[in-house]
């Protein structure tokens, strides 16, 4: 029982810093958001929105959008339209801002305000649905990846992408060097809030992934209602893509066909050796094309 209390207490701390943590940040946000991905982050998102294989015409669901930077390339790339939904009023004005600057986009993205826990659209109301750097301030990955698989249509598909930790021991010992030290020095120069950022995702990437490890995510998304779930980890591991196609209506997966899943991941790749935990391949770039 009170291990109960204090998870419970642990996950409600992680909503609240999340609300705290994004509310002076959009100014800078995408300068930032490069830096804190060694540059390499817009290349990720462009990983996850072609992915997406949206139609012209589409109606796509982004949640966690903060300043729009995955409603605004899903829009360019596929001519469809988005809502853009994120809990901080803070990061929505600044997408709100930049949409302003763009006619085609203030038309093809509405912003609205909300929780991914709770999200206030019919089921299967849209064609497909994205998610960015969310599941980390959730309280419960797996229920939120429900909800999200709730609105989306059959067929669809459910994209994400997160920061994840590279498999090689040399890699990820640089890796924490970079997030521990380097990463809140270089934020520094953008603000001080910034720098705090740096410091809190040195700490949050890892107690992510220790708490979720990538097969049990895996798992989250089968158990949601995800078939054909892919994973490709890009530079090095440091970006982590997934996505998926909608099946069925209900959580008819087993744990058995997602670990079935992941053995094909392995063959396919030429499994190297797990590493904490973590034990899919990874696909190299350019390899595992988006359908
Ligand atoms: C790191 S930003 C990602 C923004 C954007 N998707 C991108 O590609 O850069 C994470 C966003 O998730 C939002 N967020 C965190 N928890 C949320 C929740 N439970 N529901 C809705 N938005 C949430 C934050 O407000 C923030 O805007």
Do not use: N
């Not at 803070?90 to 930049?98: C, P």
């Not at 990463?183 to 708490?211: C, D, H, M, N």
């Not at 989250?220 to 970006?239: K, Q």
Request: some cysteine; proline content about 6%; overall charge positive.
């Amino acid at each position: 029982m009170e291990d109960a209390v204090a998870v419970g207490i642990e996950a409600a701390a992680r909503k609240d810093e999340a609300r705290a943590l994004f509310a002076p940040l959009p100014r800078h946000y995408d300068l930032a958001a490069a830096l804190t991905s060694f540059g390499q982050d817009p290349r990720w998102r462009r990983a996850m929105v072609r992915a997406v294989g949206a139609q012209q015409g589409q109606r796509v669901l982004d949640v966690a959008t903060g300043t729009g930077l995955v409603a605004a390339a899903l829009v360019r790339r596929f001519r469809c339209t988005v809502v853009g939904v994120d809990q901080s009023p803070q990061m929505l004005g600044r997408a709100e801002a930049k949409l302003r600057e763009d006619p085609m986009l203030q038309r093809a993205v509405t912003l609205v305000r909300a929780e991914a826990e709770r999200l206030p659209f019919a089921g299967e109301s849209f064609d497909h649905v994205t998610f960015t750097y969310l599941l980390r301030y959730v309280e419960d990955p797996a229920a939120t990846l429900s909800e999200l698989t709730r609105v989306l249509k059959r067929g669809g598909t459910l994209a994400c992408l997160e920061f994840g930790l590279p498999r090689s021991q040399p890699w990820r010992a640089l890796w924490h060097a970079y997030t521990k030290v380097g990463l809140p020095a270089v934020l520094r120069l953008v603000s001080k809030e910034w720098a705090q950022t740096g410091a809190f995702l040195a700490r949050s990437i890892p107690s992510f992934y220790a708490r979720h490890p990538l097969d049990e995510q895996l798992e989250m998304w089968h158990a949601a209602g995800m078939r054909e779930v892919r994973v490709r980890r890009m530079s090095l591991g440091a970006g982590v893509v997934m996505w998926g196609q909608k099946e069925g209506t209900g959580p008819a997966a087993t744990a058995g066909g997602a670990r079935a899943e992941m053995r094909d991941l392995r063959r396919g790749a030429g499994e190297p050796p797990s590493v904490g935990g973590e034990s899919l391949p990874e696909e190299q770039d350019g390899c595992a094309e988006a359908p």
